[in-house]
């Protein structure tokens, strides 16, 4: 460290007594990981310790699990440093691959991969512990390869858990990246790892996304395991991270082909990098004891991208019975570990995430590891169970809604109290902020009424980066003085930063009600409202009932609300009465389905039974858990129907039930905003409402298939913001019209005649339009990033050429988006009609019209191959069903049945 370094350290002084004496170890732990968070690089934390106490080592020992680089003993105290793990750019540190061989069969393959890393600076370690010497010739073949490999041979097989630690001994790496003998990394996977590190210096973890194969290296689907965790790079705090993976019981972390680790971090844990909390006996999830070990001293950062492929056939350890029945009993070691260690929390709460290279913590209840958190507490997979917890809830938080809140009167505060606060803020205000800030510590400690001492203490926690502590404390304030402005808002304000928009509402609400009128507070609402992913109809009832006296239109919304609620509340007690059907043989009986409203009936919402009610909850709930809502890409037909069989029985039961309603509360992802769809537009199929051509934003207007081809547009903007020039081939609908507002560049075109040159603007509802054939588009080659057009292609007669048309205007690297009625049934496309030179229409099947316009194909799973022939390079299928968000298929009880589906084609 140089003079400069010391000269720019920051002490922190605390005193073991009054922080940290007479607490558990979990809670010494979080409070030095609060600490070690806070510091910066090469700051220092100073722990004066009582005479005579044998505290030190053992502390120092803490303190180093929390992630502190650097414990030194003496002078009646004990000194922390914060690390610096801080990598230059242009710093390259040497990576140890360890392989840890046993089996012949996969490792060739396995070799090469780790010979294919981008990444210039690596250790190929090589521990052969198979006996033999099919290994070791395999080996000799790559004596001429431009990477050299490091090979050591057990004299006699040490067994797999020795082997790992072997190579970990072995390993002269910065950086270790285990690669097991029958698994593959992706090429760059070093790279990308390396550069995490890069990004982010506090992490101790970089894992990604893993792809499951089988015995031939051909892709499994996903399972509990693998799942992702998030559709975006991701840094996690890693304790909580941690204390998740007790709570789900799952690995959802990796086996150790997945992860990389600064060795150093596991170096110092004994007997063995895989040793947790004094057992050094882990059997089969040592894996997830090191995780563990490296988890507690700094965050993780995940990957979206799959970097590694793990191979799952009938020759691996962890299919064999008595290596199975050690799971339990490591587990439950695991477990005791974790909650002794401050990690496991029951329920467990979602976990805080933050972008990569971002400062900026926040809470996203819909990030899918946080949907699985939330399941589990809810009642976990029990379909009865989840139900009636969920009523119960609603039932509780309904009836808080819709009770006036009333303020206690504030007590008096003592004189004493009052004047002890006043001297520490004076402190505070000279510019003796560490002496007062203590002082402050002291007063919170009592538990002192004075509400302030909260406030000031946030204010100082947020100086040291500290967010956390700081809405802690501002929640405080807020339960001291509901009614003080700069308690209120300043809680608001800083769970609005963490994305916890429901709850910053709920706590604006004893302000709301006493100062409705508060420009600062109204602007914060109109703020959560603007940023907010969705709101519950709990959310807007408080919100509605705090801005009551705002106007007499809010008081009619109002209304409506508290009905709507109470209609939920009668629905969720219905529920509870009643035991819930399973919800993948569930059927409506005939009686049941005679009693269905006609969809051209105007008329109030059906009662629903409690059976309706049970079972659709419980379909709900199974989406979630299971991760299957939100855009899922299919390249062919065969990876498509594993995720549609998944869904089959539970789209059945929740379309079932959606059918016999007239409105539908969710939240349109276009408006970004919670809203009511209105089920049906009018048009049936077999005497069910369609779906596909319902589902109508009460805000935007979009119906369903309209708003999953903008979120598909939507989806491309945010990948690409540099790609501005977008053609969508609708201008007078709803969709264009709420793009045109986000999109200046957006293009909107509508077909008008053959005979019409295109480019040509045409006078349309009194505006003018620009007229575009799609078999003959006037744009100049290569001039677009993205074209979008929705339900036209079956309405074109020579479906070769508008494709073609789309990839000879479209950019390197730009996409055709569009929807086409679609038929997973049917392997090859119907021609139902052709344009013929004079004009004429030859019909070779009856006539289809979709309102006005001609069908000229129905079209099955050759489409994809149809779009790879007019030249496009990466062609899928996309399918966002998410009921909440009103993304239905056609209905699954019709005779026609379509996912919610778009077509992506990338040049």
């Known amino acids: 460290m140089t003079n400069s370094d010391t000269a720019n350290t920051v002490a922190q002084n605390i005193d073991y007594d009054k922080v940290l004496a007479g607490k558990s170890v979990a809670e010494q732990l979080r409070i030095l990981r609060g600490f070690r968070r806070a510091l910066h690089v090469g700051d220092e934390l ?38 610096d793990h801080r990598l230059a750019a242009d710093e390259m540190p040497l990576v140890t691959i360890a392989i840890p061989a046993f089996k012949p069969e996969h490792f060739v393959a396995c070799l090469n991969s780790a010979l294919a890393q981008t990444y210039p600076r690596l250790q190929i370690l090589v521990c052969d512990d198979s006996g033999g010497d099919v290994l070791g010739d395999i080996a000799a073949a790559y004596a001429s390869s431009d990477r050299a490999i490091d090979w050591v041979s057990n004299a006699v097989n040490i067994g797999g858990r020795a082997n790992f630690i072997q190579c970990l001994e072995r390993a002269h790496g910065d950086f270790a990246k285990f690669l097991c003998d029958d698994d593959l990394l992706e090429p760059d996977c070093v790279e990308r790892m390396v550069e995490a590190f890069r990004l982010n210096p ?23 395991h693998t799942e992702p965790l998030a559709d975006h790079d991701c840094v996690f705090q890693g304790d909580a991270l941690a204390g998740a993976v007790i709570a789900l019981q799952t690995n959802f972390i990796g086996e150790p082909t997945t992860v990389m680790f600064r060795r150093a971090d596991l170096a110092w844990i004994q007997p063995h990098y895989a040793a947790f909390d004094g057992h050094d006996d882990i059997r089969v999830v040592g894996d997830i004891a090191a995780w563990h070990n490296l988890l507690s001293q700094g965050e993780a950062v995940y990957i979206a991208r799959p970097l590694s492929r ?70 976990d997979n029990d379909g009865k169970a989840a139900v009636e917890a969920l009523a119960e809830r609603v039932i509780r938080l309904i009836d808080a809604a819709l009770t006036p809140e009333t303020t206690a009167a504030d007590e008096s505060v003592p004189p004493a109290a009052r004047q002890r606060y006043e001297q520490a803020a004076t402190l505070m205000a000279s510019g003796r902020t560490e002496e007062g800030a203590q002082a402050l510590i002291t007063l919170a400690s009592e538990d002192t009424p004075v509400w302030e001492v909260y406030a000031d203490l ?56 006493q100062q409705p009128n508060d420009s600062d507070a109204l602007a914060l609402v109109r703020r959560i409202l603007g940023a907010a992913p ?58 049941q389905r005679s009693q269905a409203q006609p969809r051209n009936e105007v008329t109030t919402t059906q009662p629903i039974t409690s059976q309706a009610t049970s079972s659709f909850l419980t379909a709900l709930g199974y989406l979630s858990a299971n991760s299957l809502t939100g855009f899922k890409w299919f390249p062919d037909e065969n990876s498509y129907r594993v995720w549609d069989q998944q869904v089959e029985t539970i789209q059945t039961e929740i379309e079932r039930y959606i059918d016999t309603q007239r409105e539908f509360p969710g939240y349109c992802g276009l408006c970004e905003q919670s809203t009511v769809f209105a089920v049906s537009s009018g048009l049936q199929l077999e005497g069910h409402t369609h779906l596909r051509e319902g589902m109508i934003c009460a805000r935007c207007g979009t119906h369903n298939r309209g708003r999953v081809l903008g979120l598909a ?73 993205l074209i979008a057009h929705a339900d036209l292609l079956e309405h074109v007669p020579d479906v070769e050429t508008a494709l073609s048309e789309c990839f000879r205007t479209l ?88 996912q919610p589906i778009v077509f992506s084609c990338i040049r």
């Open 202 to 224: 506090d992490a101790s973890l970089v894992f990604s996304r893993r792809q499951r194969i089988d015995g031939d290296g051909q892709p499994l689907p996903d399972d509990h």
């Open 713 to 785: 547009i939507q989806d491309f903007t945010n990948r690409h913001s540099n790609m501005a020039d977008i053609l969508l081939m609708e201008a007078t609908t709803p969709l264009f019209g709420l793009l045109s507002r986000r999109l200046p560049n957006l293009i909107g075109t509508e077909f008008q005649s053959p005979m019409i040159a295109g480019g040509t603007a045409m006078d349309i509802g009194g505006r003018q339009v620009r007229h575009e054939n799609i078999l003959d588009l006037s744009f100049p080659d290569q001039s677009l990033n």
């Open 46 to 83: 100073h722990i004066a310790l009582p005479d005579g106490a044998d505290t030190s080592h053992r502390l120092a020992e803490h303190a180093r699990y929390a992630g502190f680089a650097e414990a030194v003993i003496g002078n009646g105290g004990l000194k922390l440093r914060a690390p």
């Open 458 to 513: 946030a204010e100082f926690a947020l100086t040291r980066n500290d967010h956390e502590a700081a809405l802690d404390l501002m929640l405080t304030a807020a339960c001291h003085a509901p009614g003080a402005r700069r308690a209120a808002l300043g809680a608001a304000i800083l769970q609005t930063e963490r994305g916890e928009f429901e709850a910053a509402l709920a706590n604006l609400s004893p302000y709301l009600r």
């Open 811 to 898: 950019r390197n690297g730009g996409e055709l988006i569009f929807s086409a009625p679609f038929s997973q049934t049917m392997k090859q496309s119907r021609k139902r009609a052709e344009l013929l030179p004079s004009g004429e229409i030859r019909h070779f099947v009856p006539e289809e019209y979709h309102g006005t316009h001609l069908a000229y194909y129905n079209f099955g799973w050759d489409l994809l191959d149809l779009c790879r022939a007019a030249g496009f390079s990466n062609v899928r299928i996309g399918v966002c069903f998410d009921p909440l968000q009103g993304l239905l298929s056609t209905g699954r009880f019709g005779g026609y049945f379509m």
């Open 310 to 379: 793990f191979r799952i056939h009938p020759g691996q350890n962890q299919s064999r019975a008595e290596i199975r029945d050690l799971i339990a009993t490591s587990w439950a070691k695991l477990e005791r570990g974790s909650q002794k260690l401050g990690f496991m929390q029951i329920p467990h709460p979602p976990v805080a995430h933050r972008n990569p290279g971002s400062a900026d913590w926040r809470i996203d209840p819909d990030l899918p590891l946080n949907r699985r958190l939330a399941t589990r507490a809810s009642g």
């Open 534 to 591: 969705k709101l519950s109809a709990i959310a807007w009832a408080r919100l509605l009932a705090d801005l009551r006296q705002e106007t007499t239109t809010l008081q009619a919304t109002l209304t409506r609300q508290q009905a709507a609620l109470q209609r939920l509340r009668k629905n969720a007690l219905a529920a509870l009465e009643s035991p819930p059907v399973n919800a993948t043989t569930a059927t409506p009986s005939a009686a």
